[in-house]
Protein backbone atom coordinates (compact mmCIF):
# COMPACT_ATOMS: atom_id res chain seq x y z
CA UNK A 1 0.00 0.00 0.00
CA UNK A 2 1.50 3.38 -1.03
CA UNK A 3 2.00 5.79 1.90
CA UNK A 4 0.40 8.71 -0.05
CA UNK A 5 -2.09 8.58 -2.32
CA UNK A 6 -3.78 11.40 -4.21
CA UNK A 7 -6.87 10.58 -5.93
CA UNK A 8 -8.41 12.51 -8.29
CA UNK A 9 -7.69 15.56 -5.83
CA UNK A 10 -9.21 19.17 -7.22
CA UNK A 11 -9.03 22.18 -5.41
CA UNK A 12 -10.94 25.59 -5.72
CA UNK A 13 -10.92 28.89 -4.55
CA UNK A 14 -13.20 31.77 -4.88
CA UNK A 15 -12.96 33.63 -7.79
CA UNK A 16 -12.75 37.03 -6.19
CA UNK A 17 -10.55 39.76 -7.90
CA UNK A 18 -10.47 37.80 -10.99
CA UNK A 19 -12.21 38.10 -14.62
CA UNK A 20 -14.57 35.51 -13.92
CA UNK A 21 -17.14 34.91 -11.15
CA UNK A 22 -16.68 31.54 -11.19
CA UNK A 23 -14.44 29.25 -9.40
CA UNK A 24 -10.71 29.67 -9.63
CA UNK A 25 -9.12 26.01 -9.94
CA UNK A 26 -5.39 25.89 -8.45
CA UNK A 27 -5.61 22.25 -8.75
CA UNK A 28 -7.31 20.02 -11.26
CA UNK A 29 -7.57 16.21 -10.84
CA UNK A 30 -4.07 15.36 -9.22
CA UNK A 31 -3.01 11.77 -9.26
CA UNK A 32 -0.25 10.72 -7.51
CA UNK A 33 0.75 7.67 -5.51
CA UNK A 34 4.00 8.00 -3.08
CA UNK A 35 5.35 5.01 -1.66
CA UNK A 36 6.65 4.79 1.90
CA UNK A 37 10.25 6.07 2.28
CA UNK A 38 10.45 7.60 -0.98
CA UNK A 39 12.07 11.00 -1.71
CA UNK A 40 9.78 12.88 -4.24
CA UNK A 41 10.26 15.97 -5.28
CA UNK A 42 7.78 18.49 -7.22
CA UNK A 43 8.42 21.39 -9.77
CA UNK A 44 6.20 23.28 -11.48
CA UNK A 45 5.85 26.86 -12.80
CA UNK A 46 4.93 29.61 -10.54
CA UNK A 47 1.60 29.83 -9.57
CA UNK A 48 0.51 26.11 -10.81
CA UNK A 49 -0.53 25.00 -7.39
CA UNK A 50 2.85 23.39 -5.83
CA UNK A 51 2.15 24.74 -1.84
CA UNK A 52 -1.63 24.18 -2.36
CA UNK A 53 -1.24 20.43 -2.80
CA UNK A 54 1.34 20.43 0.29
CA UNK A 55 -1.09 21.97 2.35
CA UNK A 56 -3.50 19.86 1.05
CA UNK A 57 -1.44 16.93 2.15
CA UNK A 58 -0.57 18.56 5.41
CA UNK A 59 -4.50 18.92 6.25
CA UNK A 60 -3.37 22.92 6.05
CA UNK A 61 -6.81 22.71 3.85
CA UNK A 62 -9.60 20.62 2.22
CA UNK A 63 -9.40 19.13 -0.93
CA UNK A 64 -12.54 20.37 -2.91
CA UNK A 65 -13.25 17.00 -4.83
CA UNK A 66 -11.16 14.27 -4.54
CA UNK A 67 -9.19 12.92 -1.73
CA UNK A 68 -5.94 11.98 -0.33
CA UNK A 69 -5.15 8.99 1.95
CA UNK A 70 -1.75 8.52 3.71
CA UNK A 71 -1.84 4.82 5.39
CA UNK A 72 -5.11 4.57 3.30
CA UNK A 73 -6.65 6.96 5.39
CA UNK A 74 -8.13 10.37 4.29
CA UNK A 75 -6.58 13.25 5.74
CA UNK A 76 -8.35 15.16 7.69
CA UNK A 77 -6.47 17.79 9.67
CA UNK A 78 -2.79 18.39 10.48
CA UNK A 79 -1.30 15.81 12.16
CA UNK A 80 1.97 14.77 14.02
CA UNK A 81 2.92 11.99 11.77
CA UNK A 82 3.95 14.92 9.08
CA UNK A 83 6.49 17.66 9.53
CA UNK A 84 6.08 20.76 7.51
CA UNK A 85 9.43 22.71 6.40
CA UNK A 86 8.78 25.87 4.91
CA UNK A 87 11.08 28.33 3.31
CA UNK A 88 10.57 31.11 5.99
CA UNK A 89 12.26 29.17 9.08
CA UNK A 90 9.38 30.25 10.96
CA UNK A 91 11.44 30.30 14.67
CA UNK A 92 10.28 31.17 17.71
CA UNK A 93 12.47 34.27 17.96
CA UNK A 94 12.65 34.85 22.00
CA UNK A 95 13.40 30.52 21.97
CA UNK A 96 17.21 29.46 21.60
CA UNK A 97 17.55 26.95 18.90
CA UNK A 98 17.08 24.04 21.62
CA UNK A 99 14.38 25.70 22.72
CA UNK A 100 12.80 25.91 19.37
CA UNK A 101 13.20 22.26 18.77
CA UNK A 102 12.02 21.31 22.25
CA UNK A 103 8.64 23.12 21.38
CA UNK A 104 7.72 20.66 18.59
CA UNK A 105 8.23 18.18 21.33
CA UNK A 106 5.78 19.69 24.06
CA UNK A 107 2.96 18.76 21.95
CA UNK A 108 3.90 14.82 21.52
CA UNK A 109 3.83 14.70 25.39
CA UNK A 110 7.88 13.86 25.21
CA UNK A 111 8.38 14.34 28.86
CA UNK A 112 10.24 17.11 30.28
CA UNK A 113 13.44 15.65 30.84
CA UNK A 114 13.50 13.74 27.32
CA UNK A 115 13.02 16.43 25.44
CA UNK A 116 16.50 18.32 26.28
CA UNK A 117 18.51 15.11 25.30
CA UNK A 118 16.15 14.27 21.95
CA UNK A 119 16.32 18.02 21.16
CA UNK A 120 19.92 18.07 21.01
CA UNK A 121 20.34 14.82 19.22
CA UNK A 122 18.22 16.22 16.39
CA UNK A 123 20.54 19.66 16.51
CA UNK A 124 23.48 17.40 16.29
CA UNK A 125 21.69 15.24 13.71
CA UNK A 126 21.73 18.37 11.51
CA UNK A 127 25.11 19.84 12.26
CA UNK A 128 24.70 22.39 15.28
CA UNK A 129 26.12 20.78 17.92
CA UNK A 130 27.38 23.57 20.03
CA UNK A 131 24.66 26.16 18.73
CA UNK A 132 22.20 25.21 21.33
CA UNK A 133 21.66 28.22 23.28
CA UNK A 134 21.90 30.84 20.50
CA UNK A 135 18.83 32.40 19.25
CA UNK A 136 17.23 32.41 15.83
CA UNK A 137 18.87 36.43 15.03
CA UNK A 138 22.69 35.08 16.48
CA UNK A 139 22.25 32.41 13.83
CA UNK A 140 22.51 32.39 9.52
CA UNK A 141 19.82 31.47 7.41
CA UNK A 142 21.03 28.19 7.19
CA UNK A 143 21.39 27.78 10.69
CA UNK A 144 17.77 28.51 11.11
CA UNK A 145 16.80 26.76 8.51
CA UNK A 146 18.80 23.51 10.27
CA UNK A 147 16.96 24.43 13.52
CA UNK A 148 13.45 24.05 11.62
CA UNK A 149 14.29 21.09 9.94
CA UNK A 150 15.68 19.27 13.25
CA UNK A 151 12.37 20.69 15.16
CA UNK A 152 10.48 18.61 12.23
CA UNK A 153 12.35 15.56 12.53
CA UNK A 154 12.72 15.64 16.93
CA UNK A 155 9.15 14.42 16.86
CA UNK A 156 9.57 11.71 14.35
CA UNK A 157 6.79 12.37 11.76
CA UNK A 158 7.09 9.50 9.05
CA UNK A 159 6.42 12.24 6.90
CA UNK A 160 8.61 15.29 5.77
CA UNK A 161 6.84 17.99 3.88
CA UNK A 162 9.14 20.83 2.64
CA UNK A 163 7.88 24.03 0.88
CA UNK A 164 10.88 25.61 -1.29
CA UNK A 165 12.79 25.14 1.93
CA UNK A 166 16.25 26.16 0.64
CA UNK A 167 14.93 29.01 -1.22
CA UNK A 168 16.01 31.62 0.17
CA UNK A 169 19.87 30.31 0.87
CA UNK A 170 22.71 31.19 -0.78
CA UNK A 171 23.95 28.56 -3.06
CA UNK A 172 26.89 26.94 -1.02
CA UNK A 173 24.97 26.80 1.88
CA UNK A 174 21.41 25.46 -0.51
CA UNK A 175 24.12 22.54 -1.84
CA UNK A 176 25.49 21.92 1.79
CA UNK A 177 21.70 21.37 2.98
CA UNK A 178 20.53 19.12 -0.32
CA UNK A 179 23.41 16.70 0.96
CA UNK A 180 22.66 17.02 4.44
CA UNK A 181 18.95 16.20 3.72
CA UNK A 182 19.69 13.51 1.69
CA UNK A 183 22.13 12.27 4.82
CA UNK A 184 19.20 12.52 6.87
CA UNK A 185 17.15 11.02 4.78
CA UNK A 186 18.74 7.84 4.19
CA UNK A 187 19.15 7.43 7.74
CA UNK A 188 15.72 7.71 9.11
CA UNK A 189 13.54 5.93 5.93
CA UNK A 190 11.22 9.21 6.01
CA UNK A 191 8.80 9.74 3.08
CA UNK A 192 9.71 13.16 1.44
CA UNK A 193 7.55 15.27 -0.39
CA UNK A 194 9.79 18.38 -1.43
CA UNK A 195 8.89 21.61 -3.30
CA UNK A 196 11.08 23.12 -5.51
CA UNK A 197 11.53 25.76 -8.49
CA UNK A 198 14.98 24.46 -9.28
CA UNK A 199 15.36 21.91 -11.78
CA UNK A 200 18.91 21.27 -10.38
CA UNK A 201 17.54 20.56 -7.13
CA UNK A 202 15.15 18.60 -8.20
CA UNK A 203 17.69 16.40 -9.56
CA UNK A 204 19.91 15.90 -7.19
CA UNK A 205 17.70 15.18 -3.90
CA UNK A 206 14.26 13.29 -5.86
CA UNK A 207 14.18 9.39 -6.15
CA UNK A 208 11.17 10.72 -8.30
CA UNK A 209 10.34 14.19 -9.91
CA UNK A 210 6.75 14.84 -10.17
CA UNK A 211 6.22 17.72 -13.05
CA UNK A 212 3.40 20.09 -12.93
CA UNK A 213 1.54 21.44 -15.95
CA UNK A 214 0.76 25.44 -15.35
CA UNK A 215 -2.81 26.41 -13.92
CA UNK A 216 -4.99 24.38 -13.40
CA UNK A 217 -2.43 22.10 -11.81
CA UNK A 218 -1.89 18.68 -12.55
CA UNK A 219 0.86 16.06 -13.02
CA UNK A 220 2.22 16.21 -16.38
CA UNK A 221 4.68 13.12 -15.81
CA UNK A 222 6.74 11.75 -12.99
CA UNK A 223 10.24 11.28 -14.03
CA UNK A 224 12.65 8.76 -11.92
CA UNK A 225 15.66 9.27 -11.00
CA UNK A 226 18.70 6.99 -10.88
CA UNK A 227 22.11 7.14 -10.91
CA UNK A 228 23.27 3.85 -9.81
CA UNK A 229 26.56 3.29 -9.33
CA UNK A 230 27.69 7.22 -9.24
CA UNK A 231 25.48 6.99 -6.18
CA UNK A 232 26.05 3.92 -4.76
CA UNK A 233 29.96 5.20 -5.16
CA UNK A 234 29.23 7.67 -2.83
CA UNK A 235 29.26 10.37 -5.56
CA UNK A 236 27.68 13.39 -4.65
CA UNK A 237 28.35 17.37 -4.98
CA UNK A 238 30.06 18.47 -8.15
CA UNK A 239 31.18 15.28 -8.81
CA UNK A 240 27.34 14.32 -9.73
CA UNK A 241 26.07 17.31 -10.53
CA UNK A 242 28.27 17.20 -13.50
CA UNK A 243 28.51 13.76 -14.48
CA UNK A 244 26.44 13.04 -17.79
CA UNK A 245 23.20 11.26 -16.22
CA UNK A 246 22.55 14.32 -14.46
CA UNK A 247 22.81 16.68 -17.48
CA UNK A 248 20.34 14.34 -19.18
CA UNK A 249 17.95 14.23 -16.01
CA UNK A 250 18.55 18.37 -16.11
CA UNK A 251 17.61 18.12 -19.65
CA UNK A 252 15.05 15.85 -20.05
CA UNK A 253 12.91 18.08 -16.91
CA UNK A 254 14.19 21.48 -18.26
CA UNK A 255 12.23 20.46 -21.69
CA UNK A 256 9.03 18.97 -20.04
CA UNK A 257 9.10 22.21 -17.47
CA UNK A 258 9.84 25.07 -20.17
CA UNK A 259 6.49 24.94 -22.29
CA UNK A 260 4.56 25.11 -18.90
CA UNK A 261 6.63 28.04 -18.04
CA UNK A 262 5.90 29.95 -21.30
CA UNK A 263 2.07 29.21 -21.15
CA UNK A 264 2.05 30.50 -17.26
CA UNK A 265 4.04 33.73 -18.25
CA UNK A 266 1.29 33.89 -21.11
CA UNK A 267 -1.53 33.28 -18.96
CA UNK A 268 -0.15 36.25 -16.35
CA UNK A 269 0.16 38.28 -19.21
CA UNK A 270 -3.34 37.97 -20.26
CA UNK A 271 -4.21 38.47 -17.02
CA UNK A 272 -2.55 41.91 -16.41
CA UNK A 273 -4.19 43.24 -19.45
CA UNK A 274 -7.40 42.80 -18.25
N1 LIG B 1 -6.23 30.94 -0.33
C1 LIG B 1 -6.26 31.23 -1.62
N2 LIG B 1 -7.29 31.96 -2.17
C2 LIG B 1 -7.32 32.22 -3.49
N3 LIG B 1 -6.39 31.82 -4.38
C3 LIG B 1 -5.35 31.11 -3.89
C4 LIG B 1 -5.23 30.76 -2.50
N4 LIG B 1 -4.09 30.05 -2.33
C5 LIG B 1 -3.53 29.94 -3.55
N5 LIG B 1 -4.27 30.56 -4.48
C6 LIG B 1 -4.00 30.64 -5.93
O1 LIG B 1 -3.82 29.32 -6.39
C7 LIG B 1 -2.77 29.26 -7.35
C8 LIG B 1 -1.73 28.27 -6.89
O2 LIG B 1 -1.03 28.84 -5.78
P1 LIG B 1 0.22 28.10 -5.11
O3 LIG B 1 0.76 29.02 -4.07
O4 LIG B 1 -0.19 26.75 -4.68
O5 LIG B 1 1.21 27.97 -6.33
P2 LIG B 1 2.76 27.59 -6.35
O6 LIG B 1 2.96 26.64 -7.48
O7 LIG B 1 3.19 27.13 -5.00
O8 LIG B 1 3.41 29.00 -6.69
P3 LIG B 1 4.90 29.53 -6.45
O9 LIG B 1 5.80 28.57 -7.16
O10 LIG B 1 4.90 30.88 -7.10
O11 LIG B 1 5.13 29.55 -4.98
C9 LIG B 1 -2.22 30.68 -7.48
O12 LIG B 1 -2.79 31.29 -8.62
C10 LIG B 1 -2.69 31.37 -6.22
O13 LIG B 1 -2.91 32.73 -6.46
Known amino acids: MAKIVFEAVTKTFPAKGRRSKEEFTALDGIDLEIPA????????????????????????SRPTSGRILLDGEPVTGPGLDRGIVFQQYALLPWRTALGNVEFGLEATGVPRRQRSDRAREFLALVGLAGFEDRHPHELSGGMRQRVAIARS???????????????????????????????????????????????????????????????????????PISFG?????GLQGEDLRSSPEFARYR?????????????AQQLEKEEAAV
Do not use: N
Request: charged share 25%; aromatic share 6%.
Open 37 to 60: GEFVVVVGPSGCGKSTLLDLLGGL
Open 153 to 223: LAYDPDVLLMDEPFAALDAQTRESLQDELRRIWQRTGKTVVFITHGIEEAVYLGQKVAVMTSRPGRVKEVV
Open 229 to 233: EARTA
Open 251 to 263: HEIWTLLHDEVAR
